[in-house]
């Protein structure tokens, strides 16, 4: 259960997708919006937070993230649980220390890379989807040619107190063979001081290689 849900946190594709026709002022609003969103990852430097990872099946794993930019992230899983995702600002890597195995992304390709390269234009790869809640703004990345990559729902709630006015609520992955995993985010703190010590990892693999440090 453990090394299937932590992949779904990587389930973002951020490529370009079709865009369906919508009426202008929708469109103007969607637009807006992306642009809001895109601001809201530009003006985060760092952030923490206590996630908490829900499957279909209703189980549930916790912990803490950490991100500063660019291109650096830290999914670190309540004890007993032996995974860690890691982003050093070049790729993304989940270490399973269970099986002593490691994979790697880079983050320029990577499904996190809606959240971790601030150059990215979310205009490009994503659509606002309707929430019915104008508190709410909910933002999808879909890429139909790669069904792997499943959909990615990034969800934010409208707050003037956060950076650029919103703050990230969680989002929700439903991968290709319809797992559904949902991610909570609360306890968000900004703009703390974060060392790049945070994204090393130690490697579980024999002979002692340690890429993270």
């Not at 969607?30 to 990852?41: E, F, R």
């Not at 006015?165 to 290709?176: I, P």
């Not at 968000?188 to 990892?201: K, L």
Request: without cysteine; positive net charge; glycine residues 8%.
């Amino acid at each position: 259960m453990q090394r299937r849900l932590a992949p779904l946190i990587l389930a973002f594709a951020a490529v370009p997708i079709a865009l369906p026709v919508i009426a202008p002022a929708a469109a103007q609003q969607a637009s807006s919006d992306l642009t809001q969103v895109n601001a809201y990852i530009r003006a985060v430097t760092t952030m923490t937070a206590d996630f908490s990872q829900t499957d279909r099946n209703g189980q549930t794993l916790t912990g803490q993230i950490t991100l500063k930019q660019p291109g650096k992230i830290r999914f670190q899983y309540q004890k007993g649980v032996p995974l860690l995702i890691v982003g050093d600002g070049k790729a993304l890597t989940m270490i399973d220390y269970e099986v002593r195995q490691v994979q790697r992304w880079p983050i320029g390709n990577s499904p996190l890379g809606a959240l971790l390269d601030p150059s990215k234009d979310l205009a490009k790869f994503g659509k606002v989807i309707p929430s019915g809640d104008p508190t709410i703004l909910s933002v999808q990345a879909r890429d139909p040619k790669r069904p792997e990559f499943g959909t990615i729902t990034m969800i934010f709630k409208r707050d003037a107190g956060s950076p650029a006015g919103l703050q990230l609520y969680g989002w929700v992955a439903l991968d290709s063979q319809n797992n559904r995993t949902a991610v909570r985010l609360t306890n968000q703190r900004y703009g703390a001081p974060v060392a790049d010590s945070a994204f090393r990892w130690t490697d579980p693999r024999p002979k002692g290689r340690s890429a993270g440090g």
